[in-house]
């Protein structure tokens, strides 16, 4: 977990500290409680981005709480 980072609930996209918003989603729900990071360059060509349903590149969390 990086404690000067937000994860998004909703679609796991990673977000500055001081947002209140998620720049993926505009989704509110936001929480320092996360784990694991992936950067996602190229979704249309990644497994991992189909498995996590992410269609626009971007840094995600692997698992929200």
């Keep these: 977990m990086a404690s000067n980072r ?3 609930r909703e679609c796991h996209a990673i977000n500055p500290a001081d947002e209140t918003t998620c ?6 729900s936001l ?3 996360w ?4 950067v996602i360059a190229h979704p249309e ?7 996590m349903q992410v269609t ?3 840094s ?3 698992k929200v709480r």
């Design 6 to 8: 937000l994860a998004c």
């Design 23 to 28: 720049n993926q989603c505009a989704s509110s």
């Design 31 to 33: 929480t320092e409680d």
């Design 35 to 38: 784990a694991g990071y992936v």
């Design 45 to 51: 060509e990644s497994e991992i981005a189909s498995e």
């Design 56 to 58: 626009q590149p971007g």
């Design 60 to 62: 995600y969390a692997l």
